[in-house]
Each structure stands twice: as structure tokens, then as C-alpha cells.
């Protein structure tokens, strides 16, 4: 553990950064007074290390000795992190001065908050909300995530509609403020996800045991996106299809697991098959490998799902809209959340 408790550590997870930390760590240590920063390193290899004790000795620094993914990284480094709140930030974010006040202050005004997420907008179109994250996450009632500044491949122009405090379903993990009281008690991030739809997982596990998250818009950062894995690669989308499907599989209540999961297998063929005719082959096998990885590991996530404390009637929840919003954006052709 760290010598002392910090109210703050931001703790940034890096896997052959070294392009990123270069750019985007300045920014954080000038930004981030009183805060701790933290790197924790998944074995990098390409000088990572050596940069950061050599420019930056007063980043700490949490080495481990193989890649162990995002979720696990982060599970093992904050075991070692002695905070009140921990902010899991990626290393392609660049913030800004007083970024992490608005939300503190509001994480120590209601106790009852458990995550929290800054206005993320994209670092290389400004004027434009972040695929990631945006302006908070939200699910529709097939589990399918989306943004409040964004749907599907849509991005809003952030003319201030979001300027806001809201309640919202999950916050993305580029930029995620959490008590650290609650991530040791729910057990951290998702280990099996090795990476992607792990916030979204420990979000609603948040939220069945009785917390809030939240986004809070007078907080601003601004994102890369794609940093490790382009969003077209067919490994990122195996991990997206079969994180999704686990995480219905974990979370959602009994009564409404079944039509749910049929639905969602069915769509996905469907989106497989669009792959194909779009050439996209590989990113329609993965999606066939997930669905046959799920399959595999079954007694896995039996047990996981097992252990889950969920409350009923899911669509009813904070965050989830009535409705498909694969319906309203591919049939009906809505583009922003305030049309749905």
C-alpha cells in the first residue's frame, strides 16, 4: 500500500504507451494538484519505464511482470493504491485545469454516488463528443450501450446540451472516478473481460447494490479513442460481442434473461452478416467466436452470474431506455439521443 492515504489517485494503465505518456502525462501532472498519479505498467516494452523515472520521478509507478489486460491490471494495481477515490484514466486523455474538482466535490457532498464521469470530448475534433464515453453511458432494453452525445458511429457537436449533472447507467473506463471503498467491496473490474464493456459490468453491479453513478458535465477532458486496439479490429470486436453477451448473461434478472439473450444472439448474426457484405470477414468470424467462446466457458459464468445481487425489472432502472435503439437508429434513422 502507498505510505499514506491520498483523497486521490489517478491511476493510468499503460501497455507500450510510450507515445501517449510522452504527450498526454504533462498535461495530467500540471492539471492534477493534490492528486496522486499513478502508472501502472503491463510490462511494456518500449521504454515506458525508463521515460517515466527519467522524466517524471514523481509519478509512482506499479510495474507488473506480464500484460494482464485492463481489467485485471487495474485489479492488481489498486490493491496497492491506498486512496479514497481512485480515477482510472486512460493514457490517451488529455485534461484540464481543475478537472477533477467539480466531481469530488460532488463524490464527498452525496456518499450515496459511487462512480462518476467527466464531459469527454474528442482530442482531435474538439468540438465533438468522444465515442467512449461522451457525455455518459446509457443501455437500451436489448443491454446495448450507447451515449448521451452519442449513438452508434454519430457523434454530436457539443454546443453545451450536456452541461449537466445526471444520473446515467454506467461511465466510460477512459475516465472513471470511483470510491474505492465500493470497487474493493464489488470486487473490482470484471478479470474474464480482459478489457471492454468492463465499466459497464461494474456499473450495474453498482447500481444493484444500491449506489448511483453519475456524469458531471462541468468537468471536461478530452480523448484519442482506439489507443490500444483500432475499433475495427476483429480482436476488439470478439471482446465487445461476448463481453456484451456475458454481461446480459451476469446481470440481467431471470424473467427478462431469456427473450433478451435470444433477441441479442439474433441481432448479432445480423450484424455478422452485414460484416461479410461489407467485406469485413474477419470482424464476422470474431463475432461467431465469441458467441462459441460464451459457450466454452459457460460454468464460468454461471458461477459469475450466481454471485450477482441483481434487482428486478432492469428496463425500469436509471439510464435505460424503453426501447431498441438499433430500431430507432438504423429504421427510423434517429441520430441523437434527445430524438429517441
Partial sequence: MASS???TAIVILNWNGLR???EFLPSVVANSTGCEVIVADNASTDGSISFLQHQFPQVRIIQHTANLGFCEGYNEALRKVDAKYYVLLNSDVAVTPGWTEPIIHLLEQQEHIAVCQPKINAQQHPDFFEYAGA???MLDTLGYPYCRGRLFETLEEDRGQYNDIEEVFWAT???MFVRASVYHALGGLEPAFFAH???IDFCWRAKNAGHKVMYNGHSQVYHVGGGTLHKSNPRKTFLNFRNGMALLYKNL???ELFTTI??????DWVAAFRMVVAGQRADAKAVLDAHADLLRNSGYWRRRRKEQRMKGNFPAMTGVYRGSIVWEYFVKQKRTVRDL
Avoid at 262 to 267: A, G, T
Fill in 20 to 22: 501517449y505518456l510522452q
Fill in 253 to 255: 434478472p431471470a424473467r
Fill in 5 to 7: 492515504t491520498s483523497l
Fill in 135 to 137: 457525455a455518459g453511458g
Fill in 197 to 199: 464493456m468492463e465499466e
Fill in 173 to 175: 473506463g477512459a475516465c
Fill in 262 to 267: 435470444v433477441l441479442r444472439i439474433l441481432l
